[in-house]
């Protein structure tokens, strides 16, 4: 796995939002812990760019190696506009108590901001 550097954007108790790079997501980068127990991460912006064409997945897991629920993607970028942001006014919810991770098929830069609700 590569290395990934988040910053947490301090949101009040309700809320949460995070920016991550790494320098490649092939095997997976959480880019978001898990809530805790009985609480879920509800998914309702994300803003996405790699370094090259690649296809990108964001899924919800207990941990690095466990089952992986897809949560969106594949999304697929190409050279020509490799940046891509959606605002999805339901959410996607990601399972209880899993943290938020992203794939991408290319060994290249990531960049990600994230953001959403923590639910019951």
Do not use: C
């Not at 954007?9 to 092939?26: K, M, P, Q």
């Not at 959480?30 to 309702?44: H, N």
């Not at 207990?62 to 020509?80: C, D, E, K, W, Y």
Request: hydrophobic share 45%; proline share 2%; charged share 10%.
């Amino acid at each position: 796995m590569s290395d990934v550097s988040t910053q947490s954007l301090g949101l009040d108790t309700g809320g949460w939002a995070v920016n991550a790079t790494s320098s490649d997501a092939i095997d997976g980068v959480q880019i978001e812990a898990a809530p805790g127990t009985g609480k879920r991460l509800v998914l309702q912006e994300v803003h996405l760019s790699v370094g090259q064409s690649a296809r990108a997945i964001i899924d919800s897991r207990a941990s690095a190696t466990a089952t992986v629920t897809r949560m969106l993607g594949p999304i697929t970028l190409n050279a020509a506009s490799n940046n891509m942001q959606l605002h999805l006014t339901r959410g996607i919810q990601a399972n209880v108590n899993e943290a938020i991770y992203l794939t991408s098929s290319a060994n290249a830069f990531v960049s990600v901001f994230a953001s959403g609700v923590i639910t019951t």
